[in-house]
């Protein structure tokens, strides 16, 4: 799901921890150009640059197709190595390894960054102006450090999760409003009609699989509108969507979007007649704090609520 935000600028000491991680491949690598990316669905971006002394045409910022990317030949399903030790014999890169020659890069050493559950992160890789063979333990050292980077990235992205539906919990909130309240956006605030009767009829397990089940009706509805947005879970059957720079047309469509999938159920939930009410607030540059847009958007679900459900109101 596309963003607002880029997760990592959120964790702890993440900028430290990826200069370190560099450093330490630098100390296997000491002639190699060093630098940590990260993948969106079509970009590569450099995060972080190692300090070198090669004339190499990489910086630190920089964004690159993924069309354009050597890294993209890396075989993220096995999670191994790529290695290209002379790119001007590898006729079967085409037009990247133009690329890469005016980048100043003849040698290429990209190891994937993956988590657990099969999610791509990004790269360390090692690149250097002249051919050269790269060696199997110096290999391995950097697979290490990119799996204990790994390890890092899942324990930072895990305190901002909500366990169960794998949405932003409420602690990630706080922070993303912390930076975020200056720029213009609009806030659903959504509570499941029906829902306690599930859990009371059909037991705890029928309503956690229920709440997984909503999380990502909710994420499709923000994917396939291509906006910029994030979902939140504020606990039980609450829950944030975060939308940025949207007008008032497009706002109603996401509610309506929302409102017809969350009340069609074609299982064992039918007859429930689970349904959404949602309350909706729109910020602007002024700075409001979040207890103030969430009481905003709570009046306006309550107002949904009272109404009728299964509809959604302004504030």
Same mark, same amino acid.
């Given at each position: 799901?596309?963003?607002?935000?880029?997760?990592?600028?959120?964790?702890?000491?993440?900028?430290?921890?990826?200069?370190?991680?560099?450093?330490?491949?630098?100390?296997?690598?000491?002639?190699?150009?060093?630098?940590?990316?990260?993948?969106?669905?079509?970009?590569?971006?450099?995060?972080?640059?190692?300090?070198?002394?090669?004339?190499?045409?990489?910086?630190?910022?920089?964004?690159?197709?993924?069309?354009?990317?050597?890294?993209?030949?890396?075989?993220?399903?096995?999670?191994?190595?790529?290695?290209?030790?002379?790119?001007?014999?590898?006729?079967?890169?085409?037009?990247?390894?133009?690329?890469?020659?005016?980048?100043?890069?003849?040698?290429?050493?990209?190891?994937?960054?993956?988590?657990?559950?099969?999610?791509?992160?990004?790269?360390?890789?090692?690149?250097?102006?002249?051919?050269?063979?790269?060696?199997?333990?110096?290999?391995?050292?950097?697979?290490?450090?990119?799996?204990?980077?790994?390890?890092?990235?899942?324990?930072?992205?895990?305190?901002?999760?909500?366990?169960?539906?794998?949405?932003?919990?409420?602690?990630?909130?706080?922070?993303?409003?912390?930076?975020?309240?200056?720029?213009?956006?609009?806030?659903?605030?959504?509570?499941?009609?029906?829902?306690?009767?599930?859990?009371?009829?059909?037991?705890?397990?029928?309503?956690?699989?229920?709440?997984?089940?909503?999380?990502?009706?909710?994420?499709?509805?923000?994917?396939?509108?291509?906006?910029?947005?994030?979902?939140?879970?504020?606990?039980?059957?609450?829950?944030?969507?975060?939308?940025?720079?949207?007008?008032?047309?497009?706002?109603?469509?996401?509610?309506?979007?929302?409102?017809?999938?969350?009340?069609?159920? &074609?299982?064992?939930?039918? &007859?429930?007649?689970?349904?959404?009410?949602?309350?909706?607030?729109?910020?602007?540059?002024?700075?409001?704090?979040?207890?103030?847009?969430?009481?905003?958007?709570?009046?306006?679900?309550?107002?949904?609520?009272?109404?009728?459900?299964?509809?959604?109101?302004?504030?």
């Amino acid at each position: 799901m596309k963003k607002i935000l880029k997760e990592y600028q959120f964790y702890d000491s993440f900028n430290e921890l990826a200069i370190d991680i560099l450093a330490l491949a630098k100390e296997i690598l000491p002639e190699g150009f060093l630098f940590l990316s990260a993948f969106t669905d079509k970009e590569q971006h450099i995060l972080k640059v190692a300090e070198n002394k090669e004339e190499i045409h990489i910086n630190e910022g920089a964004i690159i197709p993924l069309q354009s990317a050597i890294c993209t030949r890396i075989n993220f399903t096995e999670g191994k190595a790529l290695v290209y030790e002379d790119i001007s014999k590898e006729e079967s890169l085409g037009d990247i390894k133009n690329t890469y020659q005016s980048t100043n890069v003849n040698a290429y050493l990209g190891v994937p960054v993956i988590l657990r559950n099969g999610e791509v992160f990004g790269t360390i890789c090692a690149v250097q102006e002249s051919a050269t063979t790269f060696n199997s333990n110096s290999i391995k050292l950097i697979e290490k450090l990119a799996k204990m980077f790994s390890y890092y990235l899942e324990l930072e992205s895990m305190a901002y999760r909500d366990h169960l539906t794998g949405c932003y919990n409420r602690y990630f909130l706080e922070r993303f409003f912390n930076q975020y309240t200056k720029k213009e956006g609009t806030i659903f605030f959504m509570d499941l009609d029906g829902f306690k009767k599930i859990n009371d009829q059909l037991g705890h397990e029928a309503g956690d699989f229920v709440l997984k089940e909503v999380s990502l009706r909710i994420e499709n509805v923000i994917q396939q509108s291509t906006l910029n947005g994030a979902v939140f879970r504020l606990g039980g059957d609450e829950f944030i969507v975060n939308l940025s720079n949207i007008n008032k047309e497009t706002v109603e469509d996401i509610a309506n979007a929302l409102i017809r999938n969350l009340s069609s159920w &074609d299982f064992h939930i039918k &007859d429930f007649r689970l349904s959404v009410s949602i309350g909706i607030v729109t910020y602007s540059r002024e700075k409001q704090s979040l207890d103030d847009l969430l009481k905003k958007a709570d009046n306006a679900l309550y107002r949904a609520k009272a109404s009728g459900k299964n509809t959604y109101r302004y504030f």
